[in-house]
């Protein structure tokens, strides 16, 4: 498959703006680092579960979720280095299939918050491997229109959905979550459960 | 020795209501009856199995993990650096291998030090029995909902009926 040239990808921000235009109540799971720093940046709500450690739990918090509350869409924003950690719970979703999870991972090949490292995703199709794995809906875009159109797509489909964005290295300036853990904690559930 | 049938009641009258977790022998027997009861979904890994539990509580489930103690290893870091500081309660229900060095090699180091290392990241225990099953329940409970972080019941082999392999 062929992108567009690296000059012009989006940045993960860019990405992520265009997808919270099309989030209502959905609750939102999102990965440690600088992705819930932008998150949280770019339109902090209830629903929102920032990650500030626990790396590669993502899938794994957002699938318990999913189980737990069937009738409500799941949507997790995870990154490449993230899914690497743990592959293994492609294959518990892929096994388990649950409809109302939409896993969003936006790969940059790095991992960015550290020093932009590179990945094993560049080698790896992540898209490749959530297919295998079972996933009902599997798609990798590079553009915002398509990103629009995946993700509106996968919002009206049974999962599980897996949208692969590829995005450029740029890191978005955002502070730190000024949160308490455990206010975050308090927050969510209150606002799914 | 206790029937997996009244251990699995016995949680469920306190509330647990959400399984998960990877297998051990000494909670075979256990698996087996929550399969039975279509309440038990298994991870592939300890972490992931307590990163399912956090997202179950999140939405409303009082969530328990089973693993053999060598999985406190694998799930070390999110109980770190998600449940303790998050302040996110579950139940681990982890077995004893490696107990008064009475196993194969590979259990015997965190057989030893298991109940220290629990200490160390000051997650509550406590070592079921047969005898005391109901208070061993009832303070699970308790130390879950007072204290919202993991609290972990130890079974050690032969204290709840198993299944053959």
Known sequence: ?193 | MLEADDFVKGLQDIGFDFFTGVPDTILGGIIAHLTEERIYTPAVREDEAVAMAAGAYFGGKVPAVLMQNSGLGNALNVLESLNLIYQIPCLLLVSWRGFEGKDAPEHLVMGETMTTLLDTIKIPHRTLTAETMTEDLQWTAKTFMEQRIPVALLLKKGIVKTVQP
Request: aromatic residues 8%.
């Open chain 1, 1 to 193: 498959m062929i992108g567009p040239e690296e000059g012009v990808m989006q940045s993960r921000a860019q990405a992520m703006a265009a997808i919270f235009e099309l989030l209502t109540d959905q609750p939102l799971i999102v990965c440690n680092g600088f992705p819930s720093r932008e998150a949280c940046k770019l339109r902090d709500r209830d629903q929102n579960f920032y990650m500030i450690g626990s790396m590669g739990a993502t899938a794994g918090i957002g699938l318990g979720l999913a189980l737990a509350q069937p009738e409500k869409t799941v949507v997790v924003f995870d990154g490449d280095g993230n899914v690497l950690m743990s592959l293994g719970t492609l294959a518990t979703i892929g096994a388990l299939q649950p409809k109302n999870l939409i896993h969003v991972v936006f790969d940059n090949e790095v991992y960015g918050t550290t020093g932009n490292q590179p990945t094993y995703s560049r080698m790896v199709g992540l898209d490749k491997v959530a297919r295998a794995a079972g996933y009902m809906n599997v798609e990798r875009v590079w553009e915002k229109e398509d990103i629009v159109y995946e993700f509106k797509a996968m919002l009206a489909d049974s999962g599980p959905s897996f949208l692969l964005i590829k995005v450029n290295e740029q890191l978005e300036e955002a502070d730190r979550i000024a949160l308490a853990p455990q206010e975050l904690t308090k927050r969510f559930k209150q606002s799914v459960s």
